[in-house]
């Protein structure tokens, strides 16, 4: 299905936001939230993106991403369909587990950076998940505990974050503590997940305006000066024969596919996802590699991220299972799932 273009290119800066379905909770239980995890330290210097603040939350998540060597969207691809498919199995569930696509909106860095920073990591002390500041260095599902050196998370670039409040740790630490600790107007924050300008038929729109545009719900958004909406605008109109493919659809078949093996071949999602080295299970991920790419029609790099396999290893079970099970019955019954 032809979607909208995403204003996207290698260096662009966006905050991503996620919703489980019906606003249900799927970042609930430590185990979802260390897979989502998981997968973002294989992703991110995969697909070299950058992360500079990052949230999860019971039933959204919040990421700052700078565009690396593919479009954003297969980063979110990767990162969604392999967490969607390995949530359904460990909750005997099928279905989307999102609220629709990833909703994202483009940022104009020297503006807006610190704000959608400190907004994002004070999402849990806002939800009430923790009392005070002090509590959300122990949060350990958000960045701040990194930026404050509670922890590390080598995927998340918070010597990047700090760069920002100053040149030497010290202050730079200090200055960004008294940065989240300072009030916030509701106007504000209302901007951080609304954006500033709203790109669509009917040209550029103040989201912030009373009369806001109609269908503004489906337009690109911008968190940026005028000047910034313009120059999106015109990358818009002459990038906007690239469209993005929607794999939303496509969750209910993969965990079909999984579970199909696991029925038959006695392999689970786990097994199949991680490092063990046995022949039947080589075979189990070379049918699924296979599947995904010539049936389900999923990149390479979306089957990297569901298999968390690397890009060579990908390649090479594709031909593998074309090899094996190009003609085999199997193929036949799967493909018109």
């Known amino acids: 299905m032809a979607r909208k273009t995403r204003p996207d290119w290698k260096g662009a800066l966006h905050h991503i936001m996620v919703r489980g379905i019906d606003g249900k909770a799927v970042f609930q239980s430590e185990s979802d939230k260390f897979d989502l995890t998981g997968r973002l330290a294989e992703l991110v210097p995969e697909l070299h993106v950058s992360i500079y603040a990052w949230a999860v939350m019971p039933n959204h998540l919040h990421l700052l991403v700078r565009t690396g060597s593919e479009p954003i969207y297969k980063f979110m691809q990767c990162l969604l369909t392999g967490f969607a498919v390995s949530y359904n199995l460990r909750n005997d569930r099928k279905g989307h587990v999102f609220q629709g696509r990833f909703k994202s909106i483009l940022v104009q860095e020297e503006t807006y950076f610190i704000q959608l920073v400190k907004y994002i990591h004070l999402n849990p002390l806002k939800a009430g998940i923790v009392k005070n500041i002090n ?62 300008y709203s790109l669509g038929r009917k040209g550029i729109c103040s989201t912030t305006s009373e009369s806001r545009c109609d269908g503004l719900k489906g337009n690109c958004r911008v968190l940026g000066n005028k000047e910034f909406a313009v120059r999106t605008m015109n990358w818009i109109k002459q990038e906007g024969n690239r469209i993005a493919r929607d794999r939303e659809d496509t969750h209910d078949r993969i965990t079909r596919l999984f579970a199909w093996i696991e029925d038959n071949w006695g392999f689970s999602a786990e097994m199949i996802q991680g490092n063990t080295r046995n022949p039947e299970l080589s075979d189990s991920r070379a049918l699924i590699a296979w599947v995904l790419s010539n049936h389900f029609g999923l990149s390479q790099s979306d089957c990297s991220g569901i298999l968390r396999m690397s890009r060579s290893g990908i390649r090479k079970a594709i031909s593998n299972g074309k090899e094996i099970f190009s003609d085999s019955q199997i193929i036949k019954e799967i493909s018109i799932w």
């Open 135 to 196: 509590g959300l260095e122990e949060y350990r599902w958000c960045g701040h505990g990194s930026i404050m050196g509670v922890r590390k998370e080598p995927w998340f670039n918070s010597m990047y974050v700090l760069s920002k409040f100053g040149s030497e740790r010290g202050d730079s630490i200090s200055n960004y503590l008294k940065c989240i600790s300072e009030k916030t107007s509701n106007k504000t924050l209302e901007t951080m997940v609304l954006g500033t």
